[in-house]
């Protein structure tokens, strides 16, 4: 139960019950598509760059409470960053969870140590490195923002 | 309530030693026998005797312990093609890798050679993916049309316009029993309207061969495929049931070793009967574990599973709705004699993952997800259930673990 009680901490049912950034943005903005086949939680995520910084960040879609408070704790992160300190807090969120490169968790993969004070608020879904097949769901909307970001600079 | 079964749980549970497991002082309560049943101690043990006594690769060897393997893996055709009642039980029943490659098989030999652009095929809405990808991958190389029957509010098939459907459509390929709403469908009448219309009838068991007797003479169904691993066998085998007529007009689907008579530089001949699909070493050990887990169940009766099932069903649908009222949802039809144990539980505001995870913390094992049945999904309008499904090792006390471990849900996330 004490796992429990760490991968559901208050401020992620805050933000699951409280989404901030809800709905989608007008073109310019670009529209990505994010879905975790596993549980069915499908994300559409719209984001605005404009001269290198994230201007506006939109989550839409429907999800758990770990994909919908990690899009919602995201959305609130990545906005008004440069693009490269928004890259730059996606390695350190990712590291935290342990998640390689392709974006899956491998146990063999200690944890980044990582500043989890550069995190703030994201750092509350630690508890979810506990659970393997959660991760997926904590990602879904950093590996979607990702997406987005790398659309954006091949145009 | 009095209790309607005549199973022994209590010494069925004997036999799954998975279920003795104490985690954190809990049993393991598991209802997800859906997506694969436990195989007891005799399907374990009659596989490991097998490798351990008899191991050697089938339809080769002139040596005794070969022609031991080849008796056994033939063997294992003839009692599966028994349990669901084939007129031919040793040419009629195909060893696949799992009952999705079962549906392959289907659509790609009997879909190529006899489907092309101006043909129909029927399907549901209610189909799990095993039956609607493999039609939409030919349906891209054929052009053929796929025709829906929908799922009505009461979430049985709609079959207002199954005549109509079925105008001009060369095969209709139904589940016979819902993974996700536990509907039971008419196999009968869906088998008598599709040859009236001059088409033939493939029907997924993969959920309803577990727990109730199908005959697959006496309903007339031209195919069936099933999941060995849900009727407490093992994984890596799957059954596709066609009918002598169809299976020996049937071109090869997979190529190699073991499917032919002649193999030139040039061209091949290809073997008779079920060996014509059985491509390569098949599952051998998994064909005895097969056949000894249809033993199993024979023994306790398909009858007495089937009242097990519906008693504990009720008992659910009961206790849900007098505990949650209208907080917890069971997606499917009311209860009754067409209603399987698969309970797909919704809780507004919370999602089927964050169910399973806190069941999880009372050993409840469940399965949250879209169960490989998007469209059903989208017709329901929700993304995912944690879905509790029920296996002859399950009894009340299961059910009111669940539903203990239901109200800390309702609790956490309210």
Same mark, same amino acid.
């Given at each position: 139960m004490a796992d429990l009680e760490e991968l559901y901490r208050e401020i992620i049912?805050?933000?699951?019950?409280?989404?901030?950034?809800?709905?989608?943005?007008?073109?310019?903005?670009?529209?990505?598509?994010?879905?975790?086949?596993?549980?069915?939680?499908?994300?559409?995520?719209?984001? /605005?760059?404009?001269?290198?910084?994230?201007?506006?960040?939109?989550?839409? %879609?429907?999800?758990?409470?770990?994909?919908?408070s990690s899009g919602?704790?995201?959305?609130? /992160?990545?906005?008004?960053?440069?693009?490269?300190?928004?890259?730059?807090?996606? /390695?350190?969120?990712?590291?935290?969870?342990?998640? %390689?490169?392709?974006?899956?968790?491998?146990?063999?993969?200690?944890?980044?140590?990582?500043?989890?004070?550069?995190?703030?608020?994201?750092?509350?879904? !630690? %508890?979810?490195?506990?659970?393997?097949?959660?991760?997926?769901?904590?990602?879904?909307?950093?590996?979607?923002? /990702? !997406? %987005?970001?790398?659309?954006?600079?091949?145009? | 309530m009095a209790a309607v079964t005549s199973l022994d749980v209590a010494a069925i549970r004997k036999d799954?030693?998975?279920?003795?497991?104490?985690?954190?002082?809990?049993?393991?309560?598991?209802?997800?026998?859906?997506?694969?049943?436990?195989?007891?101690?005799?399907?374990?043990?009659? +596989?490991?005797?097998?490798?351990?006594?008899t191991h050697a690769n089938v339809h080769r060897g002139v040596y005794a312990t070969a022609e031991r393997a080849t008796h056994l893996y033939e063997q294992a055709r003839v009692d599966v093609g028994r349990f669901i009642g084939a007129a031919k039980p040793a040419s009629e029943i195909v060893f696949t890798k799992n009952c999705t490659e079962a549906f392959n098989l289907l659509a790609q030999s009997w879909g190529l050679a006899n489907l092309g652009p101006n043909s129909a095929i029927v399907l549901t809405e209610m189909e799990h993916h095993a039956?609607? &990808?493999?039609? @939409?991958? #030919?349906?891209?190389?054929? =052009?053929?049309?796929?025709?829906?029957?929908? &799922?009505?509010?009461?979430?049985? #098939?709609?079959?207002?316009? #199954?005549?109509? @459907?079925?105008?001009?459509?060369?095969l209709l390929s139904v589940t016979a029993t819902s993974n996700v709403l536990g509907t039971v469908n008419p196999i009968a009448d869906l088998s008598a309207a599709a040859h009236a219309a001059g088409a033939l009838i493939a029907v997924d068991g993969a959920q309803a061969v577990p727990h109730a007797s199908i005959d697959v003479a006496a309903l007339d169904l031209d195919f069936l495929a099933f999941s060995p691993h849900? &009727?407490? =066998? *093992?994984? =890596?085998?799957?059954?596709?049931?066609?009918?002598?007529?169809?299976?020996?007009? +049937? *071109?090869?689907?997979?190529?190699?070793?073991? +499917?032919?008579?002649?193999?030139?530089?040039? =061209?091949? #001949?290809?073997?008779?009967?079920?060996?014509?699909?059985?491509?390569?070493?098949?599952?051998?050990?998994?064909?005895?574990?097969?056949?000894?887990?249809?033993?199993?169940?024979?023994?306790?009766?398909?009858d007495a599973i089937h009242a097990h099932h519906r008693s504990l069903t009720t008992y659910a649908l009961s206790a849900i709705a007098s505990t949650f009222g209208d907080t917890v949802k069971v997606q499917g039809p009311a209860d009754g004699p067409n209603r399987a144990g698969v309970l797909s539980l919704t809780v507004d505001g919370v999602h089927a993952h964050d169910i399973a995870q806190v069941l999880d913390t009372y050993g409840v094992c469940v399965r949250p997800g879209h169960h490989c049945a998007k469209p059903l999904m989208r017709r329901l309008g929700v993304n995912a259930t944690a879905r509790a499904s029920f296996g002859i090792y399950n009894d009340r006390d299961d059910v009111d673990t669940l539903v203990e471990a239901l109200a800390a849900t309702v609790n956490m996330f309210a």
């Open positions: 049912l805050d933000h699951y019950r409280n989404p901030r950034n809800r709905g989608e943005l007008d073109p310019p903005a670009i529209r990505v598509e994010g879905f975790n086949p596993l549980c069915g939680d499908e994300i559409v995520l719209s984001l /605005a760059v404009t001269d290198g910084v994230v201007t506006d960040v939109k989550v839409g %879609g429907s999800g758990c409470s770990i994909s919908t919602s704790l995201m959305s609130a /992160a990545v906005k008004g960053k440069t693009v490269d300190e928004v890259r730059e807090l996606l /390695a350190t969120f990712k590291g935290m969870l342990s998640v %390689g490169d392709e974006g899956e968790h491998d146990p063999s993969v200690e944890p980044t140590p990582v500043n989890l004070r550069s995190l703030g608020e994201l750092a509350a879904l !630690q %508890g979810v490195a506990k659970f393997p097949v959660r991760i997926k769901c904590a990602t879904l909307s950093w590996n979607t923002l /990702a !997406q %987005g970001l790398d659309e954006i600079a091949a145009r | 799954f030693p998975l279920l003795a497991q104490v985690r954190e002082g809990k049993r393991i309560t598991y209802l997800d026998s859906g997506a694969s049943a436990l195989p007891p101690h005799q399907v374990v043990s009659a +596989m490991a005797t097998y490798q351990e006594t039956n609607i &990808v493999p039609w @939409l991958q #030919l349906q891209s190389r054929l =052009g053929f049309e796929i025709r829906y029957l929908s &799922v009505a509010e009461d979430r049985t #098939l709609d079959l207002s316009n #199954l005549a109509h @459907l079925l105008d001009g459509a060369s849900k &009727v407490y =066998g *093992p994984t =890596g085998i799957g059954v596709l049931y066609a009918k002598a007529a169809h299976l020996d007009a +049937m *071109p090869p689907f997979l190529g190699g070793g073991g +499917m032919i008579k002649d193999v030139r530089l040039d =061209g091949f #001949l290809a073997a008779d009967g079920p060996q014509r699909f059985e491509a390569g070493t098949p599952p051998i050990a998994e064909a005895v574990g097969l056949s000894a887990a249809l033993a199993y169940v024979s023994g306790i009766g398909l």
